[in-house]
């Protein structure tokens, strides 16, 4: 009976060792994925004039890499100046380029100037808009920041979303679930 229980112990113990060998073989041996990016954040490093009237693409995008939820921040510079009487404005959007579709509720006045005063004399300014959402996605998607340039009374002499070293036009994404 001893010899019985010392062969059947020596034979577990056997395939224990040889069982551990092999799952530390494949784990050695198993190359991970490379993990698809769950972040990232793109500035624009130029002015973009807006005609009156008419969605602009701007080039600032980001790639959503692959289906899941996400997190779309933008911080949106605009900046316009004109000569009263003056009510002009710039509306900000997210655009999923392969849907042709904007996210939705991500439009944002931007900045905007009302002035009715007579005279000749100019008045401008410049402001940043957040914008910010949630957006569900399928598969790897592009979004693209559009703007608008609406001239309710007049017409702005210039009207951009700008970026410079004293504030920069930016867009980022994190994703945050399946």
């Known amino acids: 009976m001893r010899a019985l229980r010392k062969s059947l112990i020596a034979v577990t113990v056997a395939l224990l060792v040889g069982a551990t060998t092999v799952a530390t073989q494949s ?18 490093n130029t002015q973009v004039d807006l005609p009156p009237g008419t969605w602009t693409d701007t080039p600032l995008e ?15 510079r605009g900046r316009l ?9 710039i509306t900000a959007r997210l655009w999923d380029v392969g849907a ?14 009302i002035d ?37 009374v007049g017409a702005a002499k210039i009207a951009q979303i700008y970026s410079d070293y004293y504030g920069y036009t930016s867009l980022r994404y994190e994703r945050v679930g399946p």
């Open 81 to 89: 100046d004109g000569v009263p009487p003056l009510n002009t404005y």
């Open 100 to 113: 042709g579709a904007q996210v939705p509720q991500s439009a944002r006045l931007v900045y905007q100037i």
């Open 116 to 152: 009715y005063n007579a005279g000749n004399a100019e008045t401008g300014g410049n402001a940043t808009a957040p914008i910010s959402e949630l957006i569900r996605v399928n598969g790897p998607t592009v979004i693209r920041l559009q703007a608008l340039r609406t001239d309710a």
């Open 27 to 44: 784990n050695v041996s198993a190359a991970p994925a490379a993990p698809l990016a769950t972040y990232g954040i793109q500035h624009l």
């Open 62 to 76: 980001v790639v959503l890499p692959r289906s899941g939820s996400y997190e779309l921040d933008a911080n949106v």
